[in-house]
């Protein structure tokens, strides 16, 4: 406990006034401050943040404090998910500390590297690549924002646009001349029911283009991995029918080899 005395005036409008001098004891104070304002914070790579941006402490005795931060966590060279922890005291040396979440995003070198990882993982195998692919758990309603190739190799989700797009980057890795390919039972979009990929290379000794599809579920993969024009088709229909008859613009995209 402490005293302090306090002087109190006042003065009413007239000006005349008084003055008292009052005896202020403060009691123990066991309330540690409070943190306001650590909401997520998302930064560029190699960037400056201020982390003490929108951020204050109040503490109900001694009001507004000063406080530190601790950012030695945060590698902001480096894409990924960090935490700043900051702490402070109050005159009666109650502490208190709190921490914001700091997210240092990605940029087109990340998704490069992070696609090479996973290329050198399933090898040039295209049994490989699709199943690597079919690992991104399928959720209609995400298309994977800004960039659904990072969002599908490292949130393991996302819908048939993600799974193709994250083919294609194999493909492409590979070298592999390969395209996406898309129903046309939905022709006033701007969304089609189903996306996956034509790929040229060489099936049973004869090369050409096939379909290839890495979104798992049984009406999404044809069987085999590459398959005919008729092995697709007959695919699509699986789980639809007596609802509509999912096709492609025969027009639009190259046909297959008939085997």
Not at 136 to 152: K, L, Q
Request: proline share 5%.
């Amino acid at each position: 406990r402490s005293t302090q005395d306090v002087i109190i005036r006042a003065t009413d409008p007239s000006g005349n006034s008084i003055e008292q001098t009052v005896r202020y004891v403060r009691g123990d104070d066991m309330d540690p401050p409070e943190f306001a304002g650590l909401t997520d914070m998302s930064v560029a790579k190699n960037a400056e943040p201020d982390y003490e941006f929108g951020v204050s402490v109040f503490d109900r005795v001694d009001g507004q404090l000063e406080f530190t931060v601790d950012s030695s966590e945060v590698d902001l060279t480096k894409a990924g998910t960090y935490f700043v922890t900051y702490t402070a005291e109050d005159e009666s040396g109650n502490t208190a500390t709190a921490q914001r979440k700091i997210v240092v995003e990605h940029d087109d070198e990340d998704t490069m590297a992070l696609i090479a990882l996973i290329a050198e993982q399933c090898g040039n195998d295209f049994e490989q690549m699709r199943a690597m692919v079919q690992n991104i758990v399928y959720v209609t309603s995400e298309y994977g924002g800004d960039d659904p190739v990072w969002t599908g190799f490292t949130t393991w989700r996302g819908n048939c646009v993600v799974h193709a797009l994250c083919y294609k980057a194999l493909l492409d890795y590979f070298g592999y001349d390969n395209q996406i390919i898309h129903c046309k039972d939905l022709a006033d979009g701007p969304y089609y029911s189903h996306y996956w990929n034509l790929v040229y290379t060489e099936r049973d000794g004869v090369e050409g283009w096939w379909h290839t599809d890495g979104t798992p579920g049984p009406w999404h993969g044809p069987t085999p991995t590459l398959a005919t024009d008729a092995e697709r088709f007959e695919t699509l229909q699986n789980g639809y029918e007596g609802r509509y008859i999912r096709d492609w613009n025969r027009d639009e995209w190259p046909a297959t080899p008939v085997l």
